[in-house]
Nanobody
């Protein structure tokens, strides 16, 4: 499955953005999906994950209560709603697909397909 992330942009502290990740070339509902991010000079880190049917989600402690992952399998799309954004949320955000649905799989190596990334930056 191929993934295309979009929705990044320039935000101010406390603002909101919704990222989208559109899937093509496969049956998206066969995959769990995740969001990761990579800040300048840092390793890629887990942000959130959702199971195939969307019945279970898991968020990193750093974003819990502020970010929400969701999906619409009819549209082959997964979303990341980001609220109360902080400067430390600045990063390139990547979506990814995992053929295994269950479990809190936070390692990048579990995910077999990746989108190209979308940049979230802060204005001063």
């Amino acid at each position: 499955v191929q993934l295309q992330a979009s929705g990044g942009g320039l935000v101010q502290a406390g603002g909101s953005l919704r990222l989208s990740c559109a899937a093509s070339g496969g049956t998206f509902s066969n995959y769990a999906a995740g969001w990761f991010r990579q800040a300048p000079g840092k390793q890629r880190e887990f942000v959130a994950r959702i199971t195939r049917a969307g019945g279970s989600t898991y968020h990193a402690d750093s974003v819990k209560g502020r970010f929400t992952i969701s999906r619409d399998n009819a549209k082959n799309t997964v979303y990341l709603q980001m609220n109360s954004l902080k400067p430390e949320d600045t990063a390139v955000y990547y979506c990814a697909a995992d053929q295994v649905s269950l479990g809190r799989r936070t390692r990048t190596t579990y995910y077999t397909s990746w989108g190209q990334g979308t940049l979230v930056t802060f204005s001063s």
